[in-house]
């Protein structure tokens, strides 16, 4: 039997309104040493996204760093298996690399090359026998696939034909002796029937969406990420861990969780899910939406003494919002600064713009996005009209939408 701990999205070095999560990321990764130690796992799987940019500062990279060598240290006889994820550098997630294949059993996997046996990592039980396989892709980007359009075929089946493609692939080059060991595949990417949380990055069109069956055929359990919100794909097998915390206030009404998994031979696959404890609490000030003076009194009744010690990067983030078609007695941006003066708490959002995302009107008109607007294509057939007062030429338009389909599938677009 192989005891799993699969997790996702760890996002090191993501900011918040301006403030850096670093230490309360690195209270995560304490956190989950101490789990993978207290539950004897043999393999830990890290799903894509362990940095928020592709150029990670020097802080992020020397936390993952220290946990790839605490990991081993603290236990060496289990197996590490990272792949890169969409906001990962590739090839700065490999950087390690050297020193992990030195230690062994550390395999970070970030460059999606055409190699197969690469992807294909043995997972061993306490005893150092092979008790399941891992096939180990990292997101793949459309320059890392066989994209060419067949006869009749749309962007989005090249795409999902090409996924399917690279994981039969490597699927197909276990040895026959040892197919009959649980199969465990991990990926980064989302797949058709996912509920997103509303901070990933998204993708145009959702040509990136892919069927469950391109990646679960013949597998014990799928350990996905990309999706914030932990949840099934059509299977109890079929899983997004989710990401550890709330990447933002959207994520902060749901439990986040990592999930341990037993795979055994001739056996049912056993799921159980971890909560992960809250390091750094988000507060929102006040939903549904009051005046400013009702949230003045909420901030003003709410008991902070907890917090009073706690060291500054640890303190809670918070978010004041109220209802701006109510008129503000006085100069709004001193009374917030009066408001959050010597309390231990974070805000977000300066007071010189907090009357810019106070009300809901205002908020939505900031931050809907592009689809819930126009369509890119909508935007080129009204200005096209607008120009040129005749419909849009069927090859232009056919390129226009090849060239947003190619971008979407970089992962380049929020």
Known sequence: ????????????????????????????????????????????????????????????????????????????????????????????????????????????????????????????????????????????????????????????????????????????????????????????????????????????????SVPVQALSQGSAYVALGHIHRAQTVGSEFVRYSGSPYPVDFDEHRYHHLVLEVEVEAGSPTVVREIEVPEFVNLLRFCDPLVSWDKVEQAVEAFDWSIWSTVPRDLQPLVELRYDASILVDGDLRNRCESLCRSKPFRLIASPRGISDIASEKVLTSLNTDLRERETPEALLLRHWKSKFDAPIPDPVLTRFRQTVDEVSLEGTTR
């Open 1 to 208: 039997m192989i005891r799993l701990l699969h997790t996702s999205d760890w996002h090191l070095g993501l900011e918040l309104g301006g403030h850096d999560r670093l230490e309360e990321q690195k209270h995560f990764l304490d956190w989950l040493l101490t789990t993978c130690l207290q539950r004897q796992i043999d393999a830990l799987l890290v799903s894509g996204d362990v940095y928020d940019v592709a150029n990670p500062s020097v802080a992020s990279q020397a936390a993952f760093s220290d946990f790839l060598v605490r990991f081993h240290q603290a236990m060496p006889n289990s197996t590490l298996v990272v792949v890169a994820g969409n906001h990962d550098s590739a090839s700065r997630l490999e950087l390690p690399k050297p020193f992990g294949e030195a230690l062994g059993k550390l395999h970070l996997r970030g460059v999606a090359t055409d190699s197969v046996v690469d992807f294909l990592i043995p997972l061993r039980d306490a005893k150092g026998a092979v008790g399941a396989w891992c096939v180990a892709l990292p997101f793949l980007r459309v320059g890392d696939l066989d994209c060419k359009l067949l006869e009749g075929e749309t962007p989005q089946e090249a795409y999902v034909r090409s996924v399917e493609a690279r994981y039969r692939s490597v699927r197909e080059s276990i040895g026959s002796g040892d197919r009959d060991l649980p199969l465990v595949t991990m990926g980064h990417l989302t797949l058709a029937g996912s509920h997103r949380a509303g901070s990933e990055r998204i993708l145009i069109g959702g040509v990136e």
